[in-house]
């Protein structure tokens, strides 16, 4: 694949630095092509390029916009096919994924925001003799900081409501993940979208912290570590920055004695080994009333036996590759600290080599299962991002939602029952900013998601989207005379 450069004033751009970075199949362990990465001078002019692009994006009527941005999405659309294919090349996800998944996703938000464009609005306030107006405006030019797991998904769901509320934006995605970014730049300008209004760097956190630090740029989105979230807020603080973060999880699912168990499983399996695990509200330890335990398990392995592990690009595969080899190593060294501590392996516990010749030293790891008899192992706390179940035993409600909550994270929560007022009574108590009931993982775009505590601030998605790229502006209008302020 030919070297890969930055996207801005409407079309692809040399970098400067003279640097490259190269990204790499997971699949495979091979380079897929060289990177190049953008330079300070490289983000002047992108911010210029950002400017100019603002200026007119924010002037034209929010009609106009959505128009665009409907043209965007059905573009995305009809190249799905390609898309996921070379996100599948990018990630190491499985192409049974992909193809439904990732550019799908990210067409949806795209067609959302199309649609809210022209309906933001304000207020008007009588104010009796006088009034005001309440108005949203544009934030200015934002900056996407995009993780490895979603590339093309995360840069849709952070262009889209930015760019439909007249804002210009920036972004970077992962350095693991180069690829997609690009192609949703191609895709917007061939829209309509003017030059400057969406544009591409490509780098690693150096060229994140030049946008965090550049005073041109009004906000943040983050997609990543919790470390790199509370470093990118505190350089953001510098230069009073709106940030958005969205961070990592260690999310539970509840399994109450009354649940389906087969959707239970289901779920389970959903909320710990699609994308190979690297999902960030996945509900990795999976709390289970004791009186269903055994069937649960026996149930969960059974079903986990039949996931094929290999080539992403075969449509029969379910587990891909883990996007790293410094990432499978440290789940693998998850997995040795599990069976260190004690914890009984249920299933999996090894790297995977497939026969196949072209991927026998992809990064594959396989699905495994913990039965954890302490909340305070490792693998039952810490965010392991891959294909690692820890399974909790337990007997009582409030038991378990104390042991749920006990958490530095706040990202997710799932409650697998069949008592409504059981339900909505633990999700109340539940310190997550999305829970599922009976599923795991779904999030349409129209719904808010985000996290409480260290898993981020703010939201994406949903109409909260939309004040997080918008600022108010109150203008009151003298309809009478303005008196001498003093007496005398
Ligand atoms: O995130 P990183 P990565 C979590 C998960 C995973 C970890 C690493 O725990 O193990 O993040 O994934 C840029 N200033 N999630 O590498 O390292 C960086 O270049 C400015 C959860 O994706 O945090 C990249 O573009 N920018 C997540 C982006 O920030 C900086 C999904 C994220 O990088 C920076 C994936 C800095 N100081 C991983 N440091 C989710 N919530 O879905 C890094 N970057």
């Not at 970075?21 to 699949?27: D, K, R, Y």
């Not at 107006?133 to 934030?139: D, K």
């Not at 093309?152 to 970077?172: D, E, H, T, V």
């Not at 973060?245 to 909320?271: H, M, T």
Request: some cysteine; charged content about 20%; proline content about 4%.
């Amino acid at each position: 694949m030919e070297l890969q450069k930055l996207f801005y004033d409407g079309k692809i751009q040399e970098a400067t630095s003279g640097n490259v970075f190269q990204t790499i199949n997971p699949a495979t362990g091979e380079v897929i092509c060289n990177v190049q990465e953008a330079s300070e001078k490289d983000m002047e002019l992108v911010i210029k390029s950002a400017k100019a692009g603002f200026s007119k994006w924010s002037s034209m009527a929010p009609v106009e916009r959505g128009r665009i941005l409907q043209r965007a999405a059905s573009i995305l659309r009809s190249r799905n096919d390609e898309l996921a294919a070379l996100e599948v090349l990018d990630t190491g996800k499985p192409i049974s994924e992909a193809m439904v998944v990732d550019v799908a996703s990210g067409a949806d938000a795209i067609e959302y925001y199309a649609g809210i464009a022209a309906a933001i609005h304000g207020a008007y306030h009588d104010l009796g003799s006088s009034f005001a107006y309440v108005r949203r405006q544009p934030l200015g030019i934002c900056a996407g900081l995009g993780a490895w797991n979603y590339p093309l998904q995360i840069a849709c769901w952070k262009s889209a409501p930015a760019l439909a509320c007249g804002n210009a934006m920036i972004f970077k995605p992962s350095e693991l993940t180069p690829l997609t970014a690009i192609k949703l730049a191609e895709i917007y300008t061939e829209a309509g979208l003017p030059n400057g209004v969406f544009n591409v760097v490509q780098g690693s956190s150096k060229v994140g912290q030049m946008l965090v630090s550049d005073s041109s740029i009004a906000k943040i989105s983050l997609t990543g570590a919790v470390g790199t979230g509370k470093k990118v807020m505190a350089a953001a603080a510098e230069t009073l920055k709106h940030v958005t973060l969205e961070l990592g999880g260690k999310s539970p699912i509840i399994i109450f004695p009354d649940a389906n168990i087969e959707e239970a499983v289901n779920g389970a399996i959903l909320g710990n080994f699609y994308t190979q695990g690297e999902v960030c509200s996945n509900g990795t330890r999976v709390f289970v009333h004791r009186s269903i335990k055994d069937a649960f398990l026996k149930l969960l392995i059974e079903k986990t036996k039949r996931l094929k592990i290999g080539d992403p690009m075969n449509e029969e595969t379910h587990i891909g590759a883990l996007i790293s080899k410094e990432h499978l190593n440290k789940v693998l060294s998850y997995i040795e600290s599990g069976k260190r501590d004690g914890s009984t392996l249920c299933f999996g516990g090894n790297r995977y080599h497939p026969k196949d010749p072209a991927t026998t030293n992809g990064f594959f790891v396989e699905p495994t299962i913990f039965d954890v008899s302490s909340d305070d192992d490792r693998i039952a706390c810490e965010e392991i991002f891959g294909p690692v179940m820890t399974v909790l035993t337990f007997d009582q409600e409030d038991e378990v939602i104390q042991r749920a909550n006990n958490s530095a994270f706040g990202l997710a929560a799932g409650v697998f029952t069949s008592d409504i007022k059981r339900a909505h009574r633990v999700v109340n108590e539940l310190n997550a900013g999305v829970c599922w009931i009976n599923n795991y993982n779904i999030t349409p775009v129209e719904v808010p998601f985000g996290g409480f505590k260290q898993s981020g601030i703010g939201r994406e998605n949903g109409w909260a989207a939309v004040h997080h790229y918008t600022q108010m502006k109150t203008v009151y209008v003298e309809m009478d005379k303005i008196d001498y302020p003093y007496p005398g």
